[in-house]
């Protein structure tokens, strides 16, 4: 093995040169060991280059920090604003109609004619901050702070039930039950059982008691029109917590008319009379119609 | 003591010790292999940062073998190649120009041009090995540490290298 790499042996010093010298070119051989020794080194920059180097470390620490930072922070505000802004609910009543709507607690918003109401879904839990354009009867379940933004001002409660108006320059807030508190501009007035208050510009107007169970413009009726009958029937079910069968009807029958949300004889005496129909009682929570068989 | 309780080499002065002691070889690997000093010195840079990068996780008796594995790795096909140009230490040890005769003169000066060729046209690896040994004073040891490869195959290296300078420069007379 050793013979095979004699040449580099002798460069290296490990052999003399009678050891190699019957190679082939032994002449020039040596010349190159010789002459390849004077060459110099190539000239670096050591200083210099350690100088950018420091450079570069600092910045590409500072950089590449931020960097990692600023892309948490962007990604943690996207996915939160998508997130907020996905689970934002909104509902908006008919310019003639009024609309119910269920929070995830079972807090329940009436909403006037003609008005807005926007809640959030997935941060409920965390945090009950609503807004209404418009007007609306609240009826909050107990838990933390409710909170009904409005342009001109904000009403705060824990659980309690209480109607908030807020348009054009008018805010009006009726307490029904509880306490709520109310801010309007630096205004901030705590409303008990049966109090109103109404502000003008910011300015308190009226301050007064009720005497209500409920505001007066809930409307006890539901208004349909060329409705499809179990849509009909759905809306009954639900006002008066009963269940109604109507698999022996035609499903096809369409209803156009009003029937009272407080009166379940007086609605189920006018779908009778409407469809010549006639229903059994099965219990005091569960009907049966069927078709009139006196005809 | 304090090197041992962290044994990393993100200290300040644990790095600036390993840069003196190892940059200049490592320089002049990259300028026999590219032949731009230039080159060589933007690559030293990149493989120092390399490793600061990565200081925490590269202890510091591991600091030098982890520089030559950044380094092997950089010059691998980044560059485009070009002729290593070397220059001729001006004064040259034991030799006073009265015991020349010109003649003597004038076939060195010959040979030194043939020299310089002869190693430009070396392939890649015989050249870097080589010029390590006689430039930069390594050991076949200290060579074979830096490409990454066994005695034997820098061994081998030289041994090529010489035979195929000697050829080159013989039959070009």
Redesign the interface.
């Known amino acids: 093995m050793k013979q095979?790499?004699?040449?580099?042996?002798w460069?290296?010093g490990k052999v003399d040169d009678e050891a190699v010298q019957n190679t082939?070119?032994f002449d020039?051989?040596k010349?190159?060991k010789m002459?390849?020794?004077?060459?110099?080194?190539?000239?670096?920059?050591?200083d210099e280059?350690?100088k950018?180097?420091e450079k570069?470390?600092s910045s590409?620490r500072k950089t590449k920090f931020n960097w990692s930072i600023a892309a948490t922070i962007l990604l943690i505000i996207g996915v939160s604003t998508l997130v907020f802004t996905l689970s934002n609910k909104d509902f908006t009543s008919k310019i003639n109609s009024q609309e119910t709507v269920l929070l995830p607690d079972d807090s329940k918003v009436i909403l006037a004619q003609n008005s807005k109401f926007q809640f959030n879904n997935w941060f409920w839990s965390f945090d009950r901050t609503t807004k209404l354009f418009g007007k609306a009867y609240f009826d909050v379940a107990k838990g933390k702070t409710f909170t009904v933004k409005t342009d001109l001002g904000t009403v705060q409660v824990l659980g309690t039930r209480f109607g908030v108006e807020s348009r054009d320059s008018i805010f009006k807030v009726v307490c029904y039950e509880g306490s709520v508190r109310v801010t309007s501009l630096e205004n901030e007035i705590i409303l008990e059982k049966d109090q109103f208050v109404a502000f003008q510009n910011g300015r308190k107007v009226v301050q007064s008691n009720v005497y209500i169970d409920q505001p007066d413009w809930i409307s006890t009726k539901n208004v349909f029109k060329n409705a499809p009958l179990s849509e009909v029937i759905l809306q009954l079910e639900k006002d008066y917590t009963i269940e109604i069968d109507i698999s022996k009807l035609n499903q096809n029958e369409r209803f156009t008319g009003s029937l009272p949300s407080d009166n379940l004889s007086l609605a189920l005496d006018i779908l009778v009379k409407t469809y010549q129909i006639n229903f059994k009682v099965v219990n005091k929570n569960k009907f049966i119609f069927v078709e009139d068989e006196t005809r | 003591m304090e090197k041992q309780l962290v044994d990393n080499v993100c200290e300040e002065q644990v790095f600036?010790g390993i840069?003196?002691k190892n940059?200049?070889v490592i320089?002049?690997y990259f300028?026999y292999k590219f032949g731009n000093?230039v080159m060589?010195?933007e690559s030293?840079?990149e493989a120092?940062?390399k490793l600061?990068?990565n200081c925490k996780k590269v202890p510091f008796a591991k600091a030098k073998s982890y520089l030559y594995t950044v380094a092997n790795n950089i010059s691998l096909n980044k560059y485009k190649h070009q002729k290593v140009v070397?220059?001729?230490?001006k004064t040259?040890p034991q030799q006073t120009e009265d015991l020349q005769s010109p003649e003597y003169k004038m076939e060195?000066k010959e040979?030194?041009v043939k020299?310089e060729k002869?190693?430009q046209d070396l392939s890649e690896k015989q050249r870097t090995a080589?010029?390590l040994?006689?430039?930069?004073n390594r050991?076949?040891k200290e060579i074979a540490e830096i490409l990454n490869i066994s005695v034997?195959a820098?061994?081998?290296r030289?041994?090529k290298a010489?035979?195929g300078?000697?050829?080159q420069?013989?039959e070009f007379k």
């Open positions: 095979k790499y004699n040449l580099a042996d460069l290296d082939k070119g020039t051989l010349k190159i002459y390849s020794a004077h060459f110099q080194k190539p000239e670096f920059k050591k280059v350690y950018a180097i570069k470390k590409h | 600036e840069y003196s940059s200049e320089n002049n300028f000093q060589a010195e030293v840079q120092f940062i600061w990068e070397l220059k001729y230490a040259e060195e040979f030194k020299l002869a190693i080589f010029l040994h006689r430039i930069d050991s076949y034997k820098v061994e081998k030289m041994q010489l035979e300078m000697r050829k420069i013989d």
